[in-house]
């Protein structure tokens, strides 16, 4: 890629960041060259939030509807999935699952609470509450 | 007390286009070995490809195209002849006082964290990634003054946020890795370093007999994106948009590191005296345009911009798995 030709799209995601590139000057020599955006990394972003979006507002409407635990709804609000979760907490993937049912965590025992919280990044007391809009 | 406390190793900050490469490189050079971050890149051999579909990330396999965390500091400084000290810990507040006996010893530590919980970082490129490396420089009251190699300005973090993002749990959990070259040598084999990475990264690019590592990969991935399933379009674009963020997003300057790469063979030439090898260059750097043309069509592809065609895009990795194989082959035989 010529220097000339980095793309500097503006990404919004980069909130006015650039990252860096190496591309080849007029002279043919690599050199580092700033970008602020491009359509494709774009494109795939934006896609790749949009399917957490969606999982959480999802989940948002199950755990609403009492199908769900709350805990599912703020697993994924945080960019989280089932496999990430057992990992970030220990826990077996079998025992979150069971979490994810509405009965099983509101039995679940303060530690337990405490660990998911640590890994969610929130107040053990924050797991239950569900925001007004997901 | 003293609140207003500040501690500062004046350090430079440039930026890079991948983390590792970036911290290990500014670290040496703060140290006094002048050495450039694709140079870092490819004593190391950080460059690869790897198609691994036993490992999911929110249920997408894993496409590197690098070798895994952690191998170009190792790479680099085994090579180099380097001494590093590197310390991990089991007690969150025991990594914290560490980081701080080190500052206020005047010394600037590369450590691992979580990219999530670094609280300077753009909220949509906040995704767990447990091994994103950066420099801390000093602190100044609650805030760690960081060079993160990856970021075009020199940032800061609170240290609650700092000691949450080195000790998440899970898949390459960094337990408060900090490192810092504890030994330099006293004069490093530049040559025989690079020499030494370049058959390594053309040996694993051509020669690793199973199928999912180097340009194998690349034609296996071909041919698996050749038979996806036309019916199954949403899942689909999902995994084509997973692989154009693992190849251009996931800590690289594009084009899966194949640039960087690039950038290295052109030193690699007039270090070793070998003109052929800035030719090479050149040629990796047509098949790396390739690659941004496969990621900017499949990226189009999934919005709708572009028509669906899956023979196309297995067509331009084809392209690109021909196209790397003759110039390793070819670099192979220069440096031998």
Known sequence: MKKDEVPQQNAKAFMGHSKLLYAVDEQGRYTPAPCNGWEAEEIVLDQAIAEYVRLASDAWRRATAGEASTLEYHMFKQRMDLVLLAQSTGFFKWRVRRDLRPGAFQKLSGRRRERYGDALGLLPSQLDILPEQP | ?336
Request: hydrophobic share 45%; net charge positive; proline share 5%.
């Open chain 2, 1 to 336: 007390m003293n609140a207003a406390a500040a501690t500062l190793v004046p350090f430079d900050h440039q930026q890079s286009a991948h983390c590792e490469s970036g911290v290990i490189s500014s670290l040496l050079r703060h140290n006094g070995l002048d050495i450039s971050e694709p140079m870092a890149f490819g004593i190391s051999a950080g460059l690869g490809y790897a198609y691994l579909p036993f490992l999911k990330f929110g249920g997408l396999p894993l496409f590197a195209y690098r070798m895994p965390p952690g191998w170009i500091i190792r790479g680099l400084t085994k090579r180099l002849g380097v001494e590093m000290h590197m310390q991990t810990f089991r007690e969150p507040a025991e990594g914290t006082r560490a980081l701080d006996r080190n500052l206020a010893a005047g010394r600037a530590v590369g450590i691992q964290t979580s990219a999530y919980w670094l609280s300077y970082f753009p909220p949509d490129m906040r995704f767990h990634f447990n091994a994103h490396n950066l420099v801390v420089y000093g602190k100044r009251d609650d805030q760690y003054l960081i060079s993160d190699p990856v970021i075009d300005i020199l940032v800061e973090c609170e240290a609650g946020a700092l000691q949450k993002a080195r000790f998440t749990r899970g898949v390459l959990a960094p337990k408060g890795l900090l490192y810092y070259p504890s030994r330099m040598p006293a004069k490093p084999d530049l040559r025989s370093a690079a020499r030494k990475g370049i058959l390594f990264t053309t040996g694993m690019m051509m020669h690793v007999p199973v199928p999912i590592i180097g340009t194998r990969g690349v034609r296996l991935v071909a041919r698996k994106i050749r038979k996806l399933d036309p019916r199954q379009e949403a899942h689909n674009k999902l995994l084509l948009g997973h692989i154009v963020r693992m190849q251009e997003e996931i800590g690289t300057g594009g084009a899966g590191f194949r640039f960087l790469y690039a950038s290295f063979l052109q030193e690699a030439a007039v270090l070793l005296d070998k003109p052929s090898l800035g030719a090479l260059a050149d040629r990796l750097t047509d098949v790396g345009d390739e690659w941004r043309r496969f990621a900017l069509h499949a990226a189009k592809m999934c919005k709708g911009r572009m028509d669906m065609d899956y023979g196309m895009l297995a067509d331009q990795l084809m392209h690109c798995a021909a196209g790397e194989e003759s110039i390793y082959r070819e670099l192979r035989a220069e440096v031998k």
